[in-house]
C-alpha cells in the first residue's frame, strides 16, 4: 500500500521530544451483573475497593446478549428457532436487559499541564458512567451513534489502580416485534438502529442490541488536545490512473481544545511529500478552536480510483500540535487523493457518478451491518469489503434502518476501492411512509420519529466528523426510502453537512428523484426475488436502482451451519413449502426456478441447482443493468449482498463468510470489460467499464453440445470504446435451432494479440421447453487436477479437462480441513463455480489469512457432473 510521506515524517518526529501521549482500548477484563443484583449506588460500585464476588465475565465492546452468550445463558440466536428461546425485551420488560459493566484499570494521574481521557465510540442507548466514586457525565447520556469523551484526569486514583462503572440502559422504546418490518415501529422513536426490532430478512434481536457496543478507549495528551481533523482533496480537470498528473490541492484542518486554565502558543503541523505545513496559534483557556492550516499544493499525486478503475493509492499524514519543543497530542491520518463528482444524466434522467472527472457506472451491493449483534472486528469487515470487491462492485449503500458504519469499515473500503453510499437512520417502514396495520402509530406521527430531534442532529455531526476523512466516503443519504422530518432534513441537507464536510453530494432518500427520477409510473426499484433472466434485460427500472434482487440460499454445507439435522430436508417438490424453521429464516420460494433442472431427491442436490439458479440470477441482473449503461441507467444496487444474521435470502456469502454461487455470478456478470448475451434478443456485445480503450480483440463464439462437441461459430476482431456497451451481432436464431432438443453451452471468449482470454463466458441454455433437460444426461467429466502453494498465503489450484470428454460443469472448488472435510473460512478465490471445456484447463488461486495458517488442508472440488474428490497440497 501507497505511503508516501512515511520516512520525511519519521525525520521530523526524530526531532521533536514526544511527551507520553499514547491511546489505548479497555477491551478486556470487564465483568458485569443485571441491576436487579447490584443494591449499592454507582459511586459505591465505582470504588475499587467493592467487592465484585460473582459477577459475569463481559464482552466489551459488545452487546448485552452477546455477553450473555458467551456465558452460555442463552442458546445460540443463529441457529434454528433458538432465538424463541430468548426472552423478548418488549415482553419481559425493559429491566431485564439493564446491566452494571465494571473494568478495573491502571493509570495514575499525569503531571503538569497532561490530560487523561475517556472515550465511548458507541453505547446503545443510555448510559450513566462513574470512576472512582465519582459520576462522570453530568446527566445521562442517550442515542446509540453519538460518541462521547470525558476528561478524567481529575478523578484518577493517586495509587493508579481505577474503576470504571456504567450502567447501560436499553433503547426506550423497544418495540413490538410483531412481524413487521422494524416490529410495530416504535423502535423509530429512539435515535439507535431499527432492524433489531425485526425485518423481512432477520428475526428480532432481543436485547435490541443494549450494551457497550462499541470501542471504549483511555487517550493521554498533553495540554492541547486534537479533535475531529479533516482532510479534503481536490483534484481538478479530467484524469486517469496512469501518466503524469497534474498538482491536487490538500486542505488540512482541525479542532484543538485547550484543557487547561491558561492561554497555550503552540504550532500545528505535518509533514506530507517533502512539504512542512505549519500555522502557530495561540489557544485561550478552557476552549476549543477549528484552525485551518495553509493549503498544499500535491505535485504528481497519486491518485484513488475506485475498484477496477485503477489503484487505491493512500497517504498517511502525521498531524501534531508543537507546545514548547513537546508534541502535545498527534493524529494519524490514512487518506486518498480523489474528488467525487455528480452530474445530472437528462438522457437517464438520474445521478451520474464521477471520480477525478471520469464517469463511473455504478455497480453496488446493499449491506446491513457486519453482524447483527455489533460482533465487530477489523477481520471480519475486511473479508466482507473484500468480497465486494471480488465481485467487481464499486459501491456499497448502508442501509438507513441500522448504524454509520465503523471507522474499520471504511478502512477496509479505503483499501480495496468500494465507494459507500452513507444512509442516515430513517427508514420509510417505521417512519410513515406507507399505511401499515403492523405500525403502533399512525402515519403522521411516525413522520415525526425520532422522538429527539436535537439529539439526532448531535449525532449526525458527530458521525460525519468521525468518518469524512475516508476517500471511500461517497455520498450521504437522508435516510431509506424517505427523508427525515423536515426541520431534520433541512439543518442536515443546509447547515450541518455543508459546513462539517461540504465535499460530498447529499441525496434526499435512497430512492428519490434527487437520485433518479421514476418517470415509468408503477416501474421503479426491485424486482424483488427470483426473475425471468430476460426481466433483468428488457423490463426498465429506476434509472439509478437503488435495491433490486434479492434470493441467496447457501449450498449443503452453508444450510448445515444453522440449520438443525431434522430441518435438512428440501422445499416440497410439488408445493414448494417449506418448514417452519425455514421460514423462520426468511426462505424466499425457488422451486419454480429450480424444477426446470428437474426434481430433487434430497437437499444436497436441491441446493446445488439452487446454486445454478443464484449464478444466473446475478450473473444476468449485472448483464442486463450493464447493457443499458448510459442509455436506461446510471447504476444498480443489489438488494442486498451480505446478511448479518442466518437468513436464507439477499446474501452473496453466508453469515459464517462462505462464499454462494450469487458472489461469482454477480463477480462474472460485473466484470470492467465483459462480453455478454441477451437472452431476450439475441445479441452478443460486450461492455468496457475501464477507462481505456480495448483494441484489437478477438471475439470468438462456439457452442457445446451436451458430450462436449463443438463448433465454431465465428472469430472476429472487434474493439469496445471507454465506458461504453458495444454491441456485435445477433446469435439468436442459430442457437434457438441448435439448443431446441437438449439444450446447449454457448461459450462467449475475447482474445488478446498474444491469444490470452481477457473475458470468457459460459450460457447453459436450457431447450426448446425451458427446461434443462441435457444436463440431466451429461455424462461424467474425468479431469484431473493440482494443487500447489504458490505463496506464503496463495494455493494455485488448476483443473483440467481431456479433449473429447463433455463439459466439465460447474465446479465448486473448496479449501478443507483435512480431517474432517469441512471448509476453511474464509478464504478467497480469483473465480469459483466454473466450467472447464474439453481440452482445457482453469487457474483458481485461493488466497487470504486462513490459507496461510491452513497447514493440513486439501482442496475439494465438485461439480455437476464431476465427482466429489479432495486434492493433496503440494
Request: charged residues 20%; hydrophobic residues 35%; contains cysteine.
Amino acid at each position: 500500500m501507497f505511503r508516501k510521506s512515511t520516512i520525511s515524517c519519521l525525520l521530523l518526529f526524530s526531532l521533536l521530544k514526544l511527551s507520553a501521549q499514547e491511546k489505548y482500548e479497555l477491551n478486556s477484563g470487564w465483568q458485569c451483573s443485571n441491576t436487579a443484583a447490584v443494591k449499592v449506588t454507582g459511586a459505591q460500585l465505582s470504588d475499587p475497593g467493592y467487592s465484585l464476588s460473582g459477577w459475569t465475565p463481559a464482552t466489551v465492546p459488545g452487546t448485552v446478549l452477546t455477553t450473555l452468550l458467551d456465558n452460555k445463558q442463552v442458546p445460540d440466536p443463529m441457529y434454528g428457532m433458538n432465538n424463541e428461546k430468548i426472552a423478548d425485551i418488549y415482553h419481559i420488560g425493559r429491566d431485564h436487559y439493564t446491566y452494571w459493566f465494571v473494568k478495573d484499570f491502571a493509570e495514575k494521574a499525569p503531571a503538569g499541564d497532561a490530560q487523561v481521557w475517556l472515550n465511548f465510540r458507541g453505547v446503545n442507548d443510555g448510559c450513566d458512567i462513574y470512576l472512582n466514586g465519582h459520576r462522570v457525565n453530568s446527566s445521562t447520556h442517550y442515542g446509540a451513534y453519538l460518541r462521547q469523551s470525558y476528561n478524567i484526569t481529575a478523578l484518577l486514583a493517586k495509587s493508579g489502580k481505577n474503576r470504571l462503572a456504567v450502567i447501560v440502559y436499553p433503547p426506550q422504546f423497544p418495540g413490538n416485534p410483531n412481524g413487521g418490518q422494524g416490529g410495530d415501529g416504535t423502535i423509530a422513536k429512539n435515535n439507535g438502529p431499527q432492524y433489531t426490532a425485526g425485518w423481512d430478512w432477520i428475526q428480532p434481536m432481543r436485547d435490541r442490541n443494549t450494551g457497550i457496543w462499541d470501542k471504549v478507549t483511555i487517550e493521554k495528551t498533553g495540554a492541547i488536545r486534537i479533535k475531529d481533523p479533516h482532510i479534503i482533496t481536490r483534484v481538478p480537470g479530467t484524469r486517469l490512473p496512469q501518466g503524469p498528473q497534474a498538482p491536487a490541492t490538500v486542505q488540512v484542518g482541525a479542532d484543538l481544545e485547550n484543557a487547561t486554565a491558561k492561554s497555550i502558543t503552540g504550532t500545528l503541523q505535518y509533514t506530507l511529500a517533502g512539504n512542512n505545513i505549519t500555522r502557530k496559534v495561540t489557544l485561550p483557556p478552557h476552549t476549543t478552536t477549528t484552525v485551518q492550516l495553509p493549503d498544499l499544493l500535491l505535485r504528481q499525486p497519486s491518485l484513488w480510483w475506485p475498484a477496477g478503475y485503477g489503484p487505491q493509492q493512500l497517504y498517511d499524514l502525521h498531524l501534531q500540535f508543537v507546545n514548547n519543543g513537546k508534541t502535545d497530542d498527534q493524529e494519524d491520518i490514512s487518506f486518498g487523493v480523489r474528488e467525487i463528482q455528480t452530474y445530472w444524466n437528462a438522457h437517464t434522467r438520474s445521478r451520474e457518478i464521477a471520480v477525478n472527472g471520469q464517469k463511473v457506472f455504478i455497480k453496488g451491493g446493499n449491506w446491513i451491518t457486519s453482524d447483527a449483534m455489533f460482533r465487530f472486528s477489523k477481520e471480519r469487515y475486511d473479508a466482507e469489503v473484500r468480497f465486494h470487491r471480488d465481485m467487481n462492485l464499486n459501491l456499497i449503500r448502508i442501509w438507513g434502518g441500522s448504524l454509520t458504519e465503523r471507522p474499520e469499515f471504511y478502512e477496509a473500503c479505503d483499501r480495496y476501492g468500494l465507494l459507500v453510499f452513507q444512509d442516515f437512520w430513517i427508514s420509510g417502514d417505521c417512519n410513515g411512509r406507507w399505511v401499515d396495520p403492523m405500525k403502533k402509530e399512525d402515519q403522521w406521527t411516525r413522520r415525526n420519529y425520532p422522538d429527539n430531534h436535537s439529539l439526532f442532529l448531535e449525532s449526525v455531526a458527530d458521525q460525519v466528523k468521525l468518518l469524512r476523512n475516508h476517500a471511500s466516503l461517497a455520498f450521504w443519504c437522508g435516510g431509506n426510502e424517505i427523508t427525515p422530518p423536515a426541520d431534520l432534513f433541512a439543518a442536515m441537507k443546509d447547515s450541518i453537512i455543508p459546513k462539517l464536510d461540504g465535499t460530498r453530494y447529499f441525496f434526499d432518500y435512497s430512492n428519490s428523484d434527487s437520485m433518479s427520477y421514476n418517470a415509468l409510473g408503477g416501474n421503479g426499484d426491485g424486482p424483488y426475488g427470483i426473475q425471468p433472466l430476460s426481466t433483468f434485460w428488457s423490463y426498465r427500472t429506476f434509472p439509478f436502482n437503488s435495491e433490486v434482487g434479492s434470493v441467496g440460499t447457501g449450498d449443503y454445507e452453508s444450510l448445515e451451519r444453522f440449520l438443525p439435522a431434522e430441518n435438512l430436508v428440501p422445499p416440497d417438490p410439488e408445493t414448494g413449502k417449506t418448514d417452519k424453521v425455514w421460514d423462520y429464516h426468511k426462505y424466499i420460494a425457488y422451486n419454480k426456478a429450480v424444477d426446470p433442472y428437474g426434481k430433487t431427491k434430497d437437499l444436497r442436490e436441491w441446493a446445488n441447482k439452487a446454486q445454478l439458479v443464484n449464478y444466473d440470477q446475478y450473473r444476468g441482473l449485472m448483464e442486463g443493468f450493464s447493457s443499458h449503461m448510459w442509455d436506461w441507467y446510471t447504476g444498480v444496487i443489489i438488494w442486498k449482498t451480505q446478511n448479518p444474521w442466518t437468513a436464507l435470502r439477499g446474501q452473496m456469502y453466508d453469515y459464517y463468510l462462505d462464499p454462494n454461487a450469487c458472489l461469482y455470478g454477480t463477480r462474472k456478470g460485473a466484470a470492467p470489460l465483459h462480453v455478454m448475451y441477451n437472452p431476450e434478443e439475441g445479441m452478443v456485445m460486450a461492455v468496457n467499464n475501464t477507462f481505456q480503450y480495448a483494441r484489437d480483440l478477438m471475439l470468438e463464439l462456439k457452442t457445446y453440445d451436451m458430450q462436449g462437441r463443438d463448433s465454431l461459430l465465428t472469430q472476429v476482431f472487434v474493439e469496445v470504446g471507454p465506458t461504453t456497451v458495444q454491441p456485435f451481432m445477433n446469435m439468436k436464431p442459430v442457437l434457438d435451432q441448435l439448443k431446441a432438443q437438449k439444450g446447449l453451452f454457448f461459450s462467449l471468449r475475447l482474445l488478446n494479440a498474444r491469444q490470452e482470454v481477457v473475458d470468457e463466458n459460459l450460457y447453459w441454455l436450457p431447450d426448446a421447453k425451458g427446461n434443462y433437460s441435457g444436463l440431466a444426461e451429461m455424462k461424467p467429466a474425468a479431469i484431473t487436477a493440482t494443487a500447489i502453494r504458490a505463496g506464503a498465503d496463495s494455493i494455485r489450484v488448476t483443473i483440467s479437462n481431456p479433449a473429447g470428454a463433455p463439459v466439465a460443469f460447474f465446479n465448486r472448488v473448496s479449501l478443507v480441513d483435512a480431517p474432517q472435510k469441512k471448509r476453511i473460512l474464509p478464504v478467497f478465490y480469483s473465480d469459483n463455480y466454473i466450467s472447464v471445456l474439453p481440452g482445457q484447463q482453469q487457474t483458481i488461486t485461493i488466497s487470504g489469512g486462513a490459507t496461510a495458517t491452513s497447514k493440513d488442508a486439501l482442496v475439494e472440488i465438485y461439480g455437476h457432473n464431476v465427482k466429489r474428490q479432495y486434492i493433496a497440497i503440494h
